[in-house]
């Protein structure tokens, strides 16, 4: 089961989880941040989306994830208005510089 970290990105925690070397945030999450809809995840590439299984609050749950350049993409075709200052935050998030 991956392990679930949180960090902060205006005051709304992200969770994400790192797998084989990849971190993957959840895109229930994202989709806090910036808009998300059908249409928009039917263009991002499948290998920048997956499920993963957690455990939050005790019980064994499937969430959909998405890679940071999945953010990325996610945050250009939104183009809501804190996408670009959250992909870049994503973007240091997975590469340790924004935790």
Known sequence: MAKINHALYKGVSIRYVSLKGRVWFFL????KVTPVDD????????????GVNVKIL?????VD????????VLGNL????????????AYDVATGGGK
């Open 65 to 72: 994830i998405v890679t940071a350049f999945g953010v990325l």
């Open 28 to 31: 229930g999450d994202v989709a």
């Open 78 to 89: 939104s183009g809501g208005p804190l996408a670009a200052s959250f992909t870049h935050w």
């Open 58 to 62: 005790g019980t064994k749950q499937r």
């Open 39 to 50: 249409d928009t995840l039917a263009k991002i590439d499948p290998r920048h989306l997956a």
